[in-house]
């Protein structure tokens, strides 16, 4: 039996040996053939080393850079000298991030450019580093055979790195010891895996708008600093200062978008928030304070209990990438494009109405802001060191885009306006330049007709020019009416168009010299501006109280409440509100069925006491022949804040219990 048990265990020492020996077999030729490595005699061996170990700092220095500037060593023409295609996240002008997506472009760095960028590196730098050999002047004379040329191979596990420079080494008796040619060396960092974590996040974006998303979060959870939608019932102005909004959405971005995840990398669950500008004041209140003042169960401050935890994790896509962890960071100091409208120059303000009968005591505010927001978002990925790889740090940019509140990835702009002071206005709209040709296009959904009649305002800066209107007169030969005029100078001009059962239109102009064109031959150009026919409406709200499970009947407002309204359709870009009791119609898009996202929002003096979330799509016939449109709101007593809180996180299930709006 033992002699049989002998047998056994050498039978197993035999076949571990093949094993081993395979796998070490196959381990040297993988290993031989990438780095394709000259067999020297060993008193060479330094001189051999001496290049590869070039090739390798020479090398490093330009993946740390690829790193550093998204993918780039060598920066083309177009972005070198366009200082808006590109991040300067430093004031080192050798370290730029050109944006992978800007202005509706999409420029992404690919593997073929990136090994061209490195080999084109190592080509111009290594000659210092060798230095003609000097370091083997007392050994040997090392005598080139030809130019230096560099190819570079990233892999899925690492990046080879081969200097090809044909030499010939010499001993002192000028006896050839050696012609060598092939340096070849493998730095374990794992650039292609990082790159194409890069690609995805990059797609995600554009798929999501996950970080406009989350800026735009930002901007509706910070109402005071943010004004967005909403009514205040008092006396005296209430005036927002534009820097001041820009300055605290920039604040906001800084602390918040560093929470931002990624589902499947490595990140930690249980670090402590630190932020002061959290967006829900149960976990980390905005002022400091204790979260107990809220009347809700006080919760440790880490990211798995916190708000982000719930709101912040992206999930891209199905592959995972445990071994990196990825940041999402804007710093202040970033450029940012910002408009808000409506405005009054530096200052955004609400509308204020007095009211009569038992409110003529008081004021009531209402105001509607919306956003435009063009900013840059840079991305760092780290690829923690292991075993078999260094740890590699990659970042890219790209810049978000939000148009009136909406994630929005077409190619608009957003201007900055500089006042002419020494211009008065009427001056100014007389010092016309070049012809403008402007025509007025009726937008429903897909379809677009011309339209007469339509006036158009030209703005530039603190200037107002009324500019007349697209006339029959001045109809072509093909029976469009346009309005064919010459306007005052401006880079950066707005034409805004109005007509009476129409939407206001608006679309931003240059009507400056062109460059390529002689000064005797100038010709502005010809814009088309596009408004959606409206309807407007005259607004009732009736409320339901909710008990229990059991939604009673409609009443009518008390003389102390008031509501607001507002009506979205996401993809016609159009937004209307209005508030009742007070006499503002409601408009809505007409000639088509739209679908509506609704809000109501009820309130007893101060406090919000119901409300109506849901979608709408009203009724084309009814549309025609209806003036008026009733809004159901649901309503509660609530016992506490925290009641309250709960009612208004499921107010869009608990609006399914009251009629949808109607129109009568």
Request: charged content about 25%.
């Amino acid at each position: 039996m033992a002699i049989k048990k002998r047998g056994q265990i050498t039978v197993f020492i035999i076949v571990g040996l093949i094993v081993l020996m395979t796998y070490f077999l196959l381990s040297q030729y993988r290993k031989e053939s990438i780095e394709e490595t000259e067999v020297i005699i060993p008193e060479l061996i330094p001189v051999q080393q001496y290049v590869m170990t070039c090739t390798k700092t020479i090398g490093q220095e330009a993946l740390d850079i690829i790193g550093l500037n998204g993918g780039y060593i060598y920066f083309p023409i177009r972005i070198e000298n366009d200082a808006s295609t590109y991040l300067q996240s430093s004031p080192i002008g050798d370290l730029k991030n050109p944006y992978w997506w800007y202005n509706n472009i999409q420029s992404v760095p690919e593997i073929s450019f990136m090994e061209s960028q490195i080999s084109d590196y190592v080509k111009q730098y290594i000659g210092n580093c060798i230095d003609n050999f000097s370091a083997f002047y007392n050994q040997y004379e090392v005598i080139g055979l030809g130019q230096f040329d560099v190819v570079t191979e990233i892999g899925e596990e690492d990046v080879t790195i081969k200097t090809i420079y044909p030499i010939e080494v010499k001993d002192k008796f000028n006896k050839t010891l050696a012609e060598l040619q092939k340096f070849p060396v493998v730095i374990p960092v794992r650039l292609k895996q990082v790159h194409d974590f890069a690609k995805q996040i990059l797609e995600g974006e554009g798929r999501d708008a996950f970080i406009e998303r989350k800026i735009i979060d930002l901007i509706s959870l910070d109402d005071s600093g943010i004004p967005t939608t909403g009514i205040d019932v008092s006396c005296g102005s209430k005036r927002w200062e534009i820097a001041d909004v820009k300055d605290r959405l920039k604040e906001l971005m800084q602390a918040n978008l560093p929470y931002v995840k990624v589902k499947g990398t490595n990140f930690n669950e249980n670090f402590r928030i630190t932020s002061d500008f959290s967006p829900i004041p149960s976990y980390t209140p905005v002022d400091g304070t204790d979260p107990v003042q809220y009347n809700l169960e006080f919760v440790d401050p880490i990211y798995e209990n916190s708000y982000y935890h719930y709101h912040y994790i992206w999930d891209i896509s199905d592959i995972t990438y445990p071994n990196m962890k990825v940041a999402f960071n804007y710093d202040q100091s970033w450029p940012i494009d910002f408009y808000v409208r409506p405005n009054h120059g530096r200052y955004m303000q609400s509308n204020s109405h007095s009211a009569g009968g038992i409110m003529s005591l008081f004021c009531l505010h209402i105001w509607h802001f919306t956003y435009d927001v063009i900013t840059p978002i840079k991305v760092t990925i780290v690829d923690e060191k292991t075993k078999d790889n260094d740890e590699y740090a990659f970042n890219f940019a790209f810049k978000t885009q939000i148009n009136h509140n909406q994630p929005d990835r077409s190619n608009f702009v957003i201007e900055s306006f500089d006042a002419r002071d020494t211009y008065l206005e009427e001056e100014y709209c007389a010092d016309v330049d070049n012809e403008i040709i402007i025509t007025a296009m009726e937008t429903v959904k897909d379809t677009k007709t011309e339209i007469r009649y339509v006036n158009i305002t030209f703005i530039c800066g603190s200037y107002y020019c009324d500019m007349g209107s697209t006339k029959s007169y001045l109809e072509d030969a093909t029976g469009i009416p346009k309005l064919k005029k010459r306007f005052p100078y401006c880079s950066n001009g707005i034409i805004r168009a109005n007509r009476e059962g129409y939407q206001e239109g608006e679309v931003f102009i240059q009507t400056g010299r062109r460059l390529d064109r002689d000064p005797e031959d100038q010709i502005g150009g010809s814009f088309i501006v596009g408004l959606k026919p409206i309807k407007e409406f005259n607004v009732s709200v009736v409320k339901h109280k909710l008990v229990g499970e059991v939604v009673g009947g409609e009443t009518q407002l008390g003389d102390e409440e008031q509501a607001t309204i507002v009506v979205r359709n996401k993809d016609e870009k159009f937004e209307s509100y209005a508030v009742y009791p007070i006499e503002w119609p409601l408009k809505l898009l007409n000639k088509d069925f739209f679908t509506y996202d609704v809000e109501v929002y009820m309130m007893d003096n101060d406090t919000i006491t119901g409300g109506y979330s849901g979608e709408w799509t009203p009724d084309k016939n009814l549309m025609r022949v209806s003036d008026e449109a009733v809004f159901h709101v649901v309503t509660k007593d609530f016992s506490d804040e925290e009641e309250m809180f709960l009612f208004f996180a499921s107010l869009e299930d608990n609006s399914k219990k009251v009629p949808v709006p109607e129109l009568k």
